[in-house]
């Protein structure tokens, strides 16, 4: 594993928040990221389904952490999900994040959500503004 990927993947143990929804990075490098997040009790919507601000948490973090592949720090600028079926009767929610296009101040990523059984759950599209605060490669 190279440095930056290192540099990337230590930044989000270091976030209370992606540590309370329990999403890890399964898969890494610069074109694609998967991530997880388990289906548990405490992400249950009132229809017994996950949360839609969950799902998106979890969208937002493994495309974000692809964006950071870029070697410069980024953060959120917009992004849209479209919720097209529950999630449900599944032990993990996966996202699957591809590189759309890096550009100088921009970056743009595509994600599907999944569950266990690879049924496509929702998709979307997250752009992230580089920074300029380069992540160190060493």
């Known amino acids: 594993m190279d ?30 990221a998967r991530g997880r997040m388990p289906f548990t009790d405490r992400y249950k919507n009132p ?35 479209h919720f097209l079926e529950p999630a449900a009767d599944t032990d993990y929610v996966y996202c699957d994040a591809k590189m759309k296009r890096s550009g100088k ?12 059984a690879g049924k496509l759950l929702d998709c979307g599209c997250l752009s992230f503004f580089r920074t300029g605060y380069k992540l160190d490669k060493d």
């Open 105 to 116: 101040h921009l970056i743009t990523v595509e994600v599907e959500l999944k569950d266990d």
């Open 47 to 81: 229809y017994g389904t996950m949360h839609g601000g969950c799902l998106y948490a979890l969208a937002d973090t493994v495309a974000g952490t692809l964006a950071n592949m870029s070697g410069e720090a980024v953060t959120t600028v917009e992004g849209g999900i």
């Open 3 to 32: 440095s930056l990927t290192e540099k990337v993947l230590g930044m989000l143990p270091e976030s209370p928040f992606i540590r309370y929804l329990g999403i890890e990075i399964i898969e890494l490098d610069e074109e694609h």
